[in-house]
């Protein structure tokens, strides 16, 4: 029974194993294929099934006026407007959030629970009615095609995603410990940065992967505010397809824009392995 | 420094939780407000705290406004019946918090904080993180913490009753000795709870609460003397004191085709509608008693609680030992009648066999 366990744990665990790394290595071996390679039948090994070379990852790096995609700024132009959208909008969520947690709002029949409904619900309508709007808004603060056009965009997107994760978790955070902390005397001010905040930071992790997952992989926002000026990565991955699909720098650049998001992934992995998260509070 | 209350009322929704609350608590003593779930006793420590605004009232403290200070610079302590602490703090930091707060220096924290652990017991636990604590453990650091603030205002908010039973009468005793010894004389103390035992062990002067309302206000022995109403005596005793419709006359008291010989202090009442109130312990088990039938019998630690009927009166009685019954069994019983109270029909103290309202 016990050894049957143990045989169907680590069958299933290499069972999933392949299901996850094989697309990075199919991903990985192909940047490095040529077009024969790719379409001269099914190849597996590098230097055995076929000669590797760094014709896709040049391509990437190379700029347009010798047949390359230069994607180094569109690159550090998506990491910057995900990062700073994603702080900004968690910042601004955190505070919302805890403001809809602790204190009643009510305007009308409006309160707390429809204004935190009101936020999430910006991210049920398809973003392609969101788009006109958008664009509109963009065009009239002279904002389209800039960084900080984008910025205000992907707030309006992300903060939402911050607000409704972290009301519910501000909700899981007893009540008492704020007025213990104001009781110990603390200012309301005191109480929420020096004991709500510490104690809300699994909460934190999470809001904040998410606004950087969705940053990130926005592509439809960054393709229609967006046009000379300034370029996001995925948009440019998309500018690579031509009438000979190519397949080994599409690979190279799929693996170039998932890695910040596999880097992330690693260090809240080693942070909540690390174990001082879970059971924070009761 | 006296606390002084006057007609604190706050009504959130379309129930009290305050009604007209007054009281005038003086330094150096203990305070227990005695009130059953939802009585308001957790809304009166924290309007007094700082915590609820009420909706009217004054509350004044050393002869200034309370209400016009913020929680945080009225220098209250408060420990709550969950075991509340900072998750993120180790036992030493929780304790230092208030301190730091003060922005004190490092090497008094140190002591202060090390006396308060000595107090609570729990030296060589300063390192441990709060969640490795036990629930007794965590309510001690709690205290530790309200304890390290010498603060002029100790509010407990039934700390004890999310313990088990061994570790609360333990915390008990200890909690006793601290108030006796360990508190300044400056202190106000308030500690609020639904258990009558923990009300006359700790001894202090009693406010009964429900349903937002002051109900009595006294020294624990003459709360449990003369409860001043039925209500009083309801919350005031557990098992609640039994309550008998009975008929006085002719020296007799009658209910359920049983006559009782009337005790002196009960003699003159003859009213209609008359309540007999006698605590379950001072019915007794006795072969030439009444009739009672079975209804229940439950085993609570040495004793047994017989739930008993005889017509449309339902009676519980303890028993200082273990006793196995079955339901429906017949037992007889007798009453210490001379123990007896007496309610007039609308609730108050007709008589007291301590003496109070007699005739």
Request: glycine share 6%; proline share 5%; hydrophobic share 45%.
């Amino acid at each position: 029974m016990n050894k049957l366990y143990i045989f169907l744990k680590y069958f299933f665990i290499v069972v999933w194993t392949v299901f996850v790394v094989a697309p990075f290595l199919w991903a990985l071996t192909t940047s490095f294929k040529d077009f024969q390679s790719v379409n001269g039948g099914v190849t597996y090994i590098p230097w055995v099934d076929f000669e590797p070379n760094l014709e896709g990852w040049k391509v990437l790096i190379k700029s347009p006026a010798k047949g390359g995609v230069d994607i180094i700024e569109p690159y550090f132009n998506s990491l910057f407007v995900t990062c700073t959208a994603s702080l900004i909008s968690i910042i601004l969520g955190t505070l919302s959030a805890y403001a809809l947690s602790r204190y009643t709002f009510k305007a009308g029949f409006v309160k707390n629970n429809d204004i935190t409904f009101f936020f999430i619900s910006q991210r049920i309508m398809p973003p392609i009615v969101l788009s006109i709007p958008f664009f509109l808004f963009l065009s009239s603060i002279n904002l389209l095609d800039s960084l900080t056009g984008l910025i205000v965009v992907y707030i309006v997107l992300l903060m939402p995603i911050a607000v409704w994760i972290m009301v519910d978790f501000f909700n899981k955070v007893p009540r008492e410990i704020d007025e213990t902390a104001l009781i110990d005397g603390c200012n309301p001010y005191q109480a929420f940065l020096k004991v709500v905040l510490p104690n809300s930071i699994p909460g934190l992790i999470v809001a904040g992967m998410f606004c950087i997952i969705f940053g990130w992989i926005d592509f439809f926002f960054a393709f229609i505010l967006t046009f000379t000026e300034v370029q996001l990565l995925p948009v440019k991955i998309v500018a690579l397809n031509s009438s000979v699909t190519p397949w080994w720098s599409l690979s190279a650049s799929a693996l170039v824009s998932v890695a910040p998001l596999i880097i992330v992934a690693f260090i809240v992995e080693r942070y909540l392995s690390k174990g001082n998260l879970s059971g924070a509070i009761k | 420094m006296d606390l002084v209350a006057n007609n604190l009322s706050y009504k959130p929704d379309d129930q009290y939780h305050l009604d007209e609350v007054s009281f005038n608590f003086k330094e150096g003593n203990l305070y227990t407000i005695l009130g059953r779930t939802l009585s308001g006793k957790t809304t009166l420590l924290k309007t007094i705290a700082g915590l609820l605004t009420p909706d009217s009232g004054e509350i004044e403290f050393d002869g200034k406004n309370f209400l016009k200070v913020p929680v945080w610079e009225r220098n209250v302590a408060m420990v709550y019946q969950q075991f509340i602490n900072y998750p993120h703090l180790n036992v030493f930091e929780n304790i230092a918090f208030p301190l730091k707060q003060r922005k004190i220096d490092q090497s008094i924290i140190n002591e202060k904080v090390m006396d308060a652990l000595k107090s609570v017991g729990l030296l060589g636990y300063e390192n441990r993180k709060i969640q490795e604590l036990s629930g007794g453990q965590q309510q001690r650091v709690s205290l530790a913490r309200s304890l390290v603030k010498n603060a002029k205002i100790l509010l407990l908010d039934e700390p004890l009753v999310n313990l088990d039973y061994k570790l609360r009468e333990q915390l008990r005793e200890e909690f006793k000795n601290l108030f006796s010894k360990g508190l300044a004389d400056e202190t106000i103390l308030i500690y609020s709870t639904t258990d009558p035992r923990e009300t006359m062990e700790l001894n202090g002067e009693v406010i009964v609460l429900d349903e937002g309302k002051v109900l009595q206000v006294g020294p624990a022995k003459e709360i449990f003397e003369n409860p001043n109403s039925l209500k009083v005596a309801e919350i005031s005793n557990d098992p609640p004191m039994n309550i008998i419709e009975a008929k006085i006359s002719d020296n007799q008291i009658r209910f359920e085709g049983i006559d009782v010989e009337a005790p002196q202090h009960l003699s003159k009442l003859t009213e209609d509608g008359l309540k007999i109130g006698l605590r379950s312990s001072d019915i007794e088990l006795n072969e030439n008693g009444y009739e009672f039938e079975v209804e229940l019998a439950e085993i609570s630690g040495s004793e047994t609680l017989l739930h008993l009927k005889r017509g449309d009166t339902k009676i519980i009685v303890s028993i200082e030992e273990v006793l196995n019954f079955k339901i429906h069994d017949k037992v007889k019983i007798n009453f210490k009648i001379d123990r007896a109270y007496a309610f007039h029909a609308d609730g108050k103290l007709a008589s007291s066999p301590f003496g109070g309202l007699n005739g």
